[in-house]
């Protein structure tokens, strides 16, 4: 037998794509024996390094007209729910530290899969505590003391390094997938991230 | 019988994922009996209306990076060959004339494709009239006085109006395609387009 195969999900709370892939993630991993690293970071802060100052769906108009027509398009070609945010994009930084900070933890998927579903289906505001403490209650973990752990200076560190990590091998959006050093990148790519880390049979 | 359908695609020369659309398309939408308006335009013209003085792709490094790779990956999916070309983006703005000028040629669709292997399979200098005539040649054209024909104030005035026309139906990238008002971005959004246009059987 090989050894388990793994494939790196690189996501960012605020970007609706990444909802896209976070929903459909682990059932087709599973399907192919992979494991899923759930590897969270903030995208903001790579847009900044590249001089922006927002999103590009809120610096470029017809993008973003495009953005929201495109999403509700793809999410029912892909059959799931979507609402669009009244607020875009949201700050994950609170649930990517939580999620940086516990990416081992076995209620990991459901708290990002619950945190994308209060983001994109339910227009919740991920920033805040109140939201944050009921997806990690419905993951099954928690909240109290995971919320608190995560404004420590370690919980801050890991995820300001899992941020350069990311930039360092080459991550410039949200979804992204890595197979090694194989990037790819966009819930678009997905299916073609999980063909190169395993094959299907 | 309902009237034929139509899908507009909306392509720039200098495009590589506008060459893997290009290869696919008619085949495609002659599976589902559907009409493919050719359409032209300047993406350099709406880059620079939104403050680039240059592709995205050279303008961002990691993008840039990203871009080669993932258009190799793309290109062995749909069996397709594919060379990085040494020039890029290259300028087509002589191409671009001769396809919005003879949009209707019977010779169009076999010398848009020749014009997108010059440049994405053969590395050949497609901004210079050389290439263009045997482009022309090769898809059963009389080169020489469509070449003339192309420096005319009628067809350079074509080109720049169907530029403008892309602007104002909300086109900000290539390949687009239209379905009526409904717009879709990138050679991804292929299959999605045809689905719109004329259900598959």
Known sequence: MSPARELEFWFDFGSPYAYLAALRLERLAAARELRIAWRSFLLGAIFHAQGWSDSPFNLYPAKGRYLWRDLE??????????????????????????????????????????????????????AGTPVIGLCLAAAGADAGPIIEAAQSPESKEALRAQTEEAIRRGIFGAPSFMAGSELFWGNDRLEAALDWSAPAA
């Open 73 to 126: 398009r793809c999410s029912a070609r892909l059959g799931l729910p979507f609402r669009r945010p009244s607020v875009f994009p949201r700050k994950g930084l609170l649930a990517a530290r939580i999620a940086c900070f516990h990416a081992q933890a076995p209620w990991l998927p459901d708290f990002v899969r619950a945190v994308y579903c209060a983001n994109f289906e339910q227009d919740l505001d991920i």
